[in-house]
């Protein structure tokens, strides 16, 4: 219950250096029993030696979130959703990579995915995934989709590695 009303609890964004592993973890432990997960398989292929990030962690939640709920919704008759985390030292970033087994992205909501109200469901706001991508984008990151057609869809979400609070 405290972890619920900690995820929920509006507050001033606070950057601190942390790890997206944890993020991941606390998050997906907070949503695993729910029912959209009742036939998902869970891989964590998460780097025990993954750098940290300058972010804040409740945003950060909001985006793992946002992303998994889409892709246990995507895969209606169950599948696999792994969370994979790995440091891009080239681009000097870390990467968190979604993959699901669902149906794919068509390429015509692929190019909209991240528009505010845009949704392909019945029910829904079609905020997610934009609110996602801001956060994303004010943290000087980015979110890239690798989707095709009945091969499922992975999220893509690089934040850059470290750092100080003047970076912002």
Same mark, same amino acid.
């Given at each position: 219950?405290?972890?619920?009303?900690?995820?929920? +609890?509006?507050?001033?964004?606070?950057?601190?250096?942390?790890?997206? @592993?944890?993020?991941?973890?606390?998050?997906?432990?907070?949503?695993? @029993?729910?029912?959209?997960? +009742? @036939?998902?398989?869970?891989?964590?292929?998460?780097?025990?030696?993954? *750098?940290?990030?300058?972010?804040?962690?409740?945003?950060? +939640?909001?985006?793992?979130? @946002?992303?998994?709920?889409?892709?246990? %919704?995507?895969?209606?008759?169950? &599948?696999?959703?792994?969370?994979?985390?790995?440091?891009?030292? #080239?681009?000097?970033?870390?990467?968190?990579?979604?993959?699901?087994?669902? *149906?794919?992205?068509?390429?015509?909501?692929?190019?909209?995915?991240?528009?505010?109200?845009?949704?392909?469901?019945?029910? &829904?706001?079609?905020?997610?995934?934009?609110? #996602?991508?801001? /956060? /994303?984008?004010?943290?000087?990151?980015?979110? +890239? /989709? %690798?989707? #095709?057609?009945?091969?499922?869809?992975?999220?893509?979400?690089?934040?850059?590695?470290?750092?100080?609070?003047?970076?912002?």
């Amino acid at each position: 219950v405290k972890g619920l009303l900690d995820f929920s +609890r509006q507050t001033k964004p606070q950057r601190t250096l942390l790890d997206l @592993n944890q993020v991941v973890e606390d998050t997906l432990s907070l949503v695993r @029993n729910q029912t959209v997960f +009742r @036939n998902t398989k869970l891989v964590y292929e998460l780097d025990p030696h993954l *750098p940290t990030v300058l972010a804040d962690a409740d945003q950060m +939640r909001q985006v793992v979130l @946002n992303i998994v709920l889409n892709a246990a %919704e995507a895969m209606v008759q169950g &599948g696999e959703l792994r969370v994979a985390s790995s440091a891009d030292p #080239a681009a000097k970033a870390v990467e968190l990579r979604i993959s699901d087994t669902g *149906p794919g992205i068509p390429d015509e909501v692929r190019a909209r995915i991240f528009e505010p109200f845009f949704t392909t469901k019945k029910t &829904g706001t079609g905020l997610g995934l934009a609110v #996602a991508y801001g /956060i /994303i984008e004010r943290h000087h990151g980015r979110i +890239r /989709i %690798e989707s #095709a057609r009945g091969r499922g869809t992975t999220f893509i979400v690089s934040v850059p590695i470290g750092g100080t609070a003047e970076d912002d």
